[in-house]
């Protein structure tokens, strides 16, 4: 995909959704945070129906510590991998009382550091809550990506340093929001919706679909 190709690109995706973001609830840089931890293996859906409960009683990490590991349990017992989900929140919440002043620290080392938080989990926090330009890829990005030709790679790591070289840099803090909501309703794994899609002609996939007869 040509530096023209990719402005025009993110262009249609800007004029359709001009200010995208995350279809995860939330009110503060913490709940973001337990929310994206939630959200590995898991519906987004299935996430915002747990922490619309959890958040009314454990919206801060001392909150969440006075419930326990059991009682926080009781709220994401319907999200996949709870158990350890549960152990890692709990982790976390010690983590940002005892160095972090309660805070979620704006800092991809400090970050990474978190118990059940990786670099996607990372970026996702710096992009989200504190509007760092950052791109984090998941399964969707990661697929779109490649489909595209925007930013071909082997890995995440590999898809994500070339998106941050090839975005336009006024795209780039929308950048993950659009790509990942285009793979959600869009670019789909097993069949991707061509011909309703905005950048059907900007893409170098070999295999679009038709529309049905």
Known sequence: MTPRQRR????RFQQVNPKPTTELNFRTPFELLIAVVL???ATDKGVNKATDKLFKV?????????LGEAGLKKYISTIGLYNSKAK????TCRLLI??????VPRDRAALEALPGVGRKTANVILNTAFGEPTI???THIYRVANR???????TPLAVEKKLLAVVPDEYKHDAHHWLILHGRYVCTARK???PSCIVRDLCAYPDKTAAES
């Open 136 to 138: 984090a890829v998941d």
């Open 39 to 41: 959200s590995a293996q």
């Open 88 to 91: 890692h929140i709990i982790a």
């Open 148 to 154: 595209l030709g925007l930013a071909p790679g082997k």
């Open 98 to 103: 005892e160095q972090h002043h309660g805070s």
């Open 58 to 66: 454990g919206h801060t990490p001392q909150a969440i510590l006075a």
């Open 192 to 194: 991707p919706q061509c």
């Open 8 to 11: 025009a690109l993110f262009q």
